[in-house]
């Protein structure tokens, strides 16, 4: 069974970082294309950053230089390191495997001075 558990939200001020993590099981992540889509209310779903099997990395333009997708395949797990925040990165953070219809819980990641 396919399942996601994101951890490493929280609040922060403008200019600060945080790492998120996703937990993953059911699948080995280092097989599928792997994504980091967010959504803040009143918006549409965000993908902001895609890991493919390879290691290749690709980036939203709104979060490029900012963001870095990895991976542990020993534990894994997905990450999702974020510096520079701005208030507009506020939204829950979600990992999912491309294709997938199952949904973590998310973890809410809060950007204000």
């Known amino acids: 069974q396919v399942q996601f558990v994101e951890s490493g939200g929280g609040s922060v001020q403008p200019g600060g970082s945080l790492r998120l993590t996703c937990a993953c099981s059911g699948f080995q992540l280092s097989d599928d294309i792997m994504t980091w889509p967010r959504q803040s209310p009143g918006t549409a779903r965000e993908r902001v950053a895609t890991?493919?099997?390879?290691?290749?990395?690709f980036y939203n333009n709104s979060v490029k230089g900012r963001f870095t997708v990895s991976r542990d395949d020993g534990k894994n797990t997905m990450y999702l390191q974020m510096n520079s925040l701005k208030p507009e990165d506020t939204a829950v953070y979600y990992c999912?495997?491309?294709?997938?219809?199952?949904w973590g819980p998310g973890t809410q990641v809060t950007v204000s001075s």
């Open positions: 999912q495997k491309y294709g997938s219809t199952t």
């Open positions: 890991l493919a099997p390879g290691g290749a990395t």
